[in-house]
């Protein structure tokens, strides 16, 4: 089984790294375009696009990574840190791959819970019904949904360094 621990530290890293590039491109890139677009039903069909993209692409990648972090938790079992000698050494490689996973792994649960009822009801609606929501409804919803993906990209970024950090303490 250690053939696999390169590929699924390959896997896991570039994965995480994928979906908090692909959300800090949709926040700071995609958002601000579309919101430069005169037409409300514009911008909205234009935010839907995006967010399908977004929906069919993220919850594969995030999964497969999460799921090559946890492989990589499971293998690195009985693996110092930088901190032998304590009870609890959250560098042990274990750890920081378990961290990694359950950041990445959380993405889901925050865009159901906290991200759904920008997404679900009127963005969705202005996309399919032109003229449902005025210029400043839209703008707002479409700002709102930004700041929420802004805070969503962390759980990314963490997963990323965490198995940068998990890696490097493994190779040790």
Known sequence: MDFLIPIAQVVSITGSGFIAGF???CSFVSMPVILSAV??????KQWLATYKIGARTGPPVSAVSALSFAFLA???TGRKGSYPDSSLDLTEPWALYTAAAVALISIVPYTLIVMKQT?????????AKPGSLSSAQTKALIQRWTRQNNFRQVFGFAGTAL?????VMRSR
């Open 39 to 44: 037409a409300p039903d514009l911008q909205a």
């Open 23 to 25: 959300g800090y491109a």
């Open 119 to 127: 997404t679900n009801n009127p963005l969705t609606a202005a996309a």
């Open 74 to 76: 499971y293998q690195s």
């Open 163 to 167: 198995g940068i950090m998990a890696t």
